[in-house]
Every structure is written in structure tokens, then in C-alpha cells.
């Protein structure tokens, strides 16, 4: 079975300054790493994501996030954020052949002027 | 905008009624995922069908049951509501078959409060 640890529920920040919000995950097979943004009452949005290759991956919004399979981590970072980032964050995976994803409880990102 | 569309957007059920909830996939996909994601926690895979077939199930109660049509728009059926069943529920699409299902596109979800 595959989990995710969110490691942060909250995270406050200053507007313009950098961010990382880390995804610690458990699995015995190679997964696909996700992570989505949420804003308040809508679905969830994919920010990127890692299949394979280059460990760096870029995504929408300047976030960017690196796989690193030692430390079974996908942490997110974003180097300067804005108020409208303010927003909760999921970090996910996948089986390569299997449909369902495995969600962490999320990252609460407030971005304070 | 991702193409998935759920309805209806917000419900207010009494205890132990039934309810249907609707997702429409986004264009040229074959695969629906449902997921319940209850306030504060991350979504929980309730199943999933391919091509109208259930294709993997979560850790929910027979209650929790679905069905996926020709046109691979998908129905979830939550019979005998509780009031724990209150939760946002996720619908996503995607292409499915195996390795080539890299990405799941989620629509805007349900929000259904039992009372």
C-alpha cells in the first residue's frame, strides 16, 4: 500500500518570500508523484508532476518541485509567493498501472502581506 | 477549466435518504474516478470504472456504489446516508489503460451535507 505525510498542516508566510511545502511518501513500487492546488469550494487543480526523468519538475504559477528517491520525497517550492498562492496544497501518487491516486491530508499555505 | 463537470454543485440530504451524484468526463476519456474528500482531510478514493467497468475500489461500504455509461459519464449512488457521509465529493477523469493514465482531470466536485 502506498501513504503520503504532508509534514506541515500550515504554513505562514510573507508575501515575496520563498516557500517549500514537503511530501514525504511510502511505497514498494515505483508511483507517479502529483501535487494539486485547491482554492476555498472548488476541485483541485495539478500544479505538476513527476512520471520520470529529470528529477526537477516545473509547473504552473512558478512552483517547481524535486523527486528525490533516496529520501522517498517530493517537496514543493515556490521561490517567491504571492498573496494569491494562498490556497491548500496536496501532494499525491500513483501506481504506474493503477488508476487511483493516494492523497496526504494537506499543506495549508497563507500568504500574509 | 478541465472539462469534468459534477452535478448538482451543493445538496442537503436528511439521514438515511439517497442520493445521486453526476460527473460528465472530459472529452476522450474513458476513465472516472470518485473520491470523497471530508473537511480538512485529503480526498480518499471511493472507485473507479474503465470503460464501464469497476476497475478498483477503496475502503468504502457497499452502500457507496456507481455506475458508468456508454458515453463514460459516471453516476455515484451513496444509499442510507450518514451524517459522516458530508463530505466534498471528487470526480476525475482521465485516459486509463494502464501505464498511459498519467493524469487525472478533477472536476469542481459535490458538496453534500446530511442532516
Known amino acids: 500500500a502506498q501513504s503520503v505525510t504532508q509534514l506541515d498542516s500550515q504554513v505562514p508566510v510573507f508575501e515575496e518570500a520563498p516557500v517549500e511545502l514537503r511530501c514525504n511518501y511510502s511505497?514498494?513500487?515505483?508511483?507517479?508523484l502529483f501535487w494539486y492546488v485547491q482554492y476555498p469550494n472548488q476541485g483541485l487543480q495539478l500544479l505538476l508532476k513527476?512520471?520520470?526523468?529529470?528529477?526537477l519538475v516545473k509547473g504552473i504559477n512558478g512552483f517547481e518541485a524535486e523527486f528525490n528517491k533516496s529520501q522517498t520525497s517530493f517537496h514543493l517550492r515556490k521561490p517567491s509567493v504571492h498573496i494569491s498562492d494562498t490556497a491548500e496544497y496536496f501532494c499525491?501518487?500513483?501506481?504506474?498501472?493503477?488508476?487511483?491516486?493516494?492523497f496526504g491530508d494537506g499543506t495549508t499555505l497563507t500568504v500574509k502581506p | 477549466e478541465t472539462g469534468v463537470t459534477q452535478s448538482p454543485t451543493h445538496l442537503i440530504k436528511t439521514r438515511g435518504q439517497q442520493v445521486t451524484l453526476r460527473c460528465s468526463s472530459q472529452?476522450?476519456?474513458?476513465?472516472v474516478s470518485w473520491y470523497q474528500q471530508a473537511l480538512g482531510q485529503g480526498p480518499q478514493f471511493i472507485f473507479q470504472?474503465?470503460?464501464?467497468?469497476?476497475?478498483g475500489r477503496g475502503n468504502f461500504p457497499p452502500r457507496f456504489s456507481g455506475l458508468q455509461f456508454p458515453n463514460y459519464s459516471s453516476e455515484l449512488n451513496v444509499n442510507a446516508l450518514e451524517l459522516d457521509d458530508s463530505a466534498l465529493y471528487l470526480c476525475?477523469?482521465?485516459?486509463?489503460?494502464?501505464?498511459?493514465?498519467?493524469?487525472?482531470?478533477f472536476g469542481q466536485g459535490t458538496r453534500l451535507t446530511v442532516v
Open positions: 472529452s476522450g476519456h474513458n476513465t
Open positions: 499525491a501518487v500513483r501506481l504506474l498501472n493503477a488508476g487511483k491516486s493516494t
Open positions: 513527476y512520471l520520470s526523468g529529470s528529477t
Open positions: 511505497s514498494s513500487v515505483s508511483v507517479y
Open positions: 476525475a477523469s482521465s485516459r486509463g489503460g494502464g501505464a498511459s493514465d498519467t493524469e487525472a482531470f
Open positions: 470504472y474503465y470503460r464501464e467497468e469497476e476497475n
